[in-house]
């Protein structure tokens, strides 16, 4: 016989008396951690406890035995009912991230536009600054040239004046 507790008392079963005829391996729940699997075996233990008792074939004693199973339907319903409210307040977190995410996103996406509005502004105001440059640098350079040419030009009107003078004294 192996001892077992069944509200407060102290049972014996017999081997052949520990797996109920209810008890089918083919629909256990796969994880053991799921809602399925732990109202699968909140029954179980029900289930077991109706069997042995019923099986015994003994009237034990039990004064609180239709309290004991209200308080135990009880227990149940209050886990369900938090397994329920949690189930529920995960639910709506998960809302309020996957909103945070969607505002985080949309945030992230205007900014991107605002910055590739910049940076095509930005292209601009080079392509401007550039086209500039080329002209003043077109510029300088032709006054360069007019410079060099003007210069030439003095010269050889310094030289040319020159000349005219000694011819002047020359003649003179």
Same mark, same amino acid.
Request: charged letters at 20%.
């Given at each position: 016989m192996i001892p077992t507790e069944t509200t407060g008392y102290y %049972?014996? !079963?017999?081997? &052949? /008396?520990? +797996?109920?005829? &209810?008890? =089918? +391996?083919? /629909?256990?729940?796969s994880s053991p951690t799921s809602s399925s699997s732990l109202n699968y075996l909140n029954d179980l233990i029900i289930i077991n406890n109706n069997y042995s008792l019923a099986s015994n074939? %003994?009237? !034990?004693?039990? *004064? =609180?035995? *239709?309290? *004991? $199973? &209200? $308080?135990?339907? %009880?227990? +149940?319903m209050a886990l369900n009912e938090r397994k329920q409210k949690r189930? !529920?307040? =995960? #639910? &709506? *977190?998960? #809302? #309020?991230? #996957?909103?945070r995410k969607q505002r985080h996103l949309d945030e992230l996406w205007s900014q991107v536009i605002r910055l590739r509005n910049e940076n095509n502004c930005l292209i601009d105001k080079l392509m401007q600054v550039s086209d500039t440059q080329d002209n003043v640098l077109k510029e300088n350079s032709k006054l360069k040239e007019e410079v060099s040419d003007l210069r030439r030009l003095v010269s050889e009107l310094k030289s040319n004046k020159d000349s005219s003078l000694l011819r002047q004294f020359e003649e003179v």
């Open positions: %049972q014996y !079963l017999s081997p &052949e /008396n520990l +797996i109920p005829a &209810e008890f =089918n +391996i083919i /629909n256990m729940p074939g %003994q009237d !034990l004693i039990m *004064s =609180n035995n *239709s309290t *004991s $199973d &209200e $308080d135990h339907h %009880q227990s +149940i189930m !529920l307040s =995960n #639910r &709506e *977190s998960a #809302r #309020r991230s #996957r909103m």
